[in-house]
């Protein structure tokens, strides 16, 4: 599967933002998503991810509250909406494929548990 982001940005502390992945390639709807995020000289950490029906999310405890992870598999999207946007959300962010088929209890919170990704999506907050 192919992914490309769009989204990002620049936006003051406060505002929000809604980060896109298109993916394309094998049936969208057999893959569970996510979002992770790398700041520069940090790794790349978990945000939040989606099941392949969309009725299962889990999140990092930095984004609970304030992101939502959603889905259109009629569109093959995966929508990252960011409210209360802080400094420290200040990163690349990058959209994530699973393996074909996997069950959600499988599913994974390290980058290495997530087989296909996009290119990234710069969002900056300035405070």
């Known amino acids: 599967v192919q992914l490309v982001e769009s989204g990002g940005g620049l936006v003051q502390t406060g505002n929000s933002l809604r980060l896109s992945c298109l993916a394309s390639g094998r049936t969208f709807s057999y893959y569970a998503m996510a979002w992770f995020r790398q700041a520069p000289g940090k790794a790349r950490d978990f945000v939040a991810a989606i099941s392949q029906g969309g009725g299962n999310t889990m999140y990092a405890g930095s984004a609970k509250g304030r992101f939502t992870i959603s889905r259109d598999n009629a569109k093959n999207t995966v929508l990252l909406l960011m409210d209360r946007l802080k400094p420290e959300d200040t990163a690349v962010y990058y959209c994530?494929?699973?393996?074909?088929?996997?069950?959600?209890?499988?599913?994974?919170?390290?980058?290495?548990?997530?087989?296909?990704w996009g290119q990234g999506t710069q969002v900056t907050v300035s405070s």
């Open positions: 994530a494929a699973s393996q074909w088929g996997i069950q959600w209890g499988a599913v994974g919170t390290t980058s290495r548990d997530w087989s296909s």
